[in-house]
């Protein structure tokens, strides 16, 4: 079942900001972006996304609702007074998928401590969306009884604060990065191999995403595949790992038990959330699903498979 009543809590910590976005094919001012945001809205449809993150007196009434709306709780969003929130600015490839930095300004975000209300402490979920690695150990440090914690990482941490990152590594259950990623941390271009180094590192299950060809789960005995969900229109891929992520937390959230089948399913989801991510800009297509469209690709991508 894709909606929830009685939706678990997932503690989400990362960042929420506005990106402005150029590609080959249009443009995007100022909308609203960010990894905790992706994350959240993907998760929303499955279980109760509790943000932990910060923004500025610029973060208006209109991107509160939308969140609101998605019944993602903000009691833990910080608000700097006279403060601006995270502005990143892009420019994507002819090919959609690389891209360059135009402009990075932190802004509030800078000065991001978190502190854990009492209540966001005790989450059994947990997604450490991709920031800093020694920010990502801060929250670990606070949070109480943990069922299942997941992190997401990025090229610049694996390069500039690699000990922060190996050390947050050892607590965590689920790793996400690329394939990429996955070769800078370990050295290992082979995935197989590379995931095993990994696994060696902490964490129980490592999720190797290769964009439009899908990605891979790999525990100590389990070696699970999804396809990516092939795309008529890619409008723009900002968020689709965070959306990967926060769709593949809430699923299994919703789930409450670790093995094969709920794993596979958690692929699938966040799959299909993430391929949302990528048919507009901002969360504009992510944020207006329904149990039927998410349940109708999650069936389609169960039909692809020919094995
Ligand atoms: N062109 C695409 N078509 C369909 N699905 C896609 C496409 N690009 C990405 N995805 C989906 O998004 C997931 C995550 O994307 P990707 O592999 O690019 O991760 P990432 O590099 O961590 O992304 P991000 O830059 O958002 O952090 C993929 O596993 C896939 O399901
Ligand atoms: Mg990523």
């Given at each position: 079942m894709t909606a929830q009543t009685q939706r678990p809590d997932l503690l989400i910590v990362g960042s929420v900001a506005f990106d402005t976005i150029e590609t080959p094919f249009g443009n995007a001012e100022k909308a609203l972006g960010g990894s905790a945001t992706f994350a959240a809205i993907a998760a929303s449809y499955f279980a109760l996304p509790r943000i932990v993150a910060v923004v500025g007196e610029d973060f208006g009434a209109g991107s509160r609702h939308l969140f609101e709306e998605r019944g993602?709780?903000?009691?833990?969003l910080q608000t700097i007074p006279g403060g601006k929130t995270f502005h990143w600015k892009g420019r994507y490839h002819q090919n959609m998928k690389d891209r360059d930095t135009l402009e990075t300004r932190l802004n509030v975000f800078a000065g991001f401590d978190p502190e854990l209300a009492v209540d966001l402490k005790k989450a059994p979920y947990v997604f450490l969306g991709n920031i800093g690695p020694s920010l990502q150990a801060k929250v670990l440090d606070q949070v109480?009884?943990?069922r299942l914690i997941g992190l997401d990482t990025m090229n610049l941490w694996i390069s500039e604060a690699a000990k922060d990152l190996e050390q947050v590594l050892r607590r965590v259950d689920v790793l996400f990065l690329n394939d990429e990623e996955a070769f800078q941390l370990t050295?290992?271009?082979l995935v197989l191999n590379a995931s095993r180094k990994i696994l060696a590192m902490g964490p129980k299950f490592v999720v190797i995403k290769r964009g439009e060809y899908g990605a891979l789960l790999f525990g100590e005995t389990l070696c699970l595949f999804v396809p990516a969900v092939?795309?008529?229109?890619?409008?723009?891929?900002?968020?689709a790992g965070d959306a990967f992520a926060g769709g593949f937390m809430g699923s299994m959230a919703a789930a409450g038990a670790v093995n094969r089948s709920t794993l596979s399913r958690a692929l699938r989801v966040g799959t299909t959330m993430a391929s949302f991510a990528c048919?507009?800009?901002?969360?504009n297509a992510l944020s207006r699903l329904d149990p039927e469209k998410i349940d109708g690709r999650i069936a389609f991508l169960e039909s692809m498979s020919a094995v």
């Open positions: 993602v709780d903000l009691s833990g109480e009884d943990a050295g290992e271009p092939p795309l008529g229109n890619v409008v723009d891929p900002t968020g048919e507009s800009f901002s969360v």
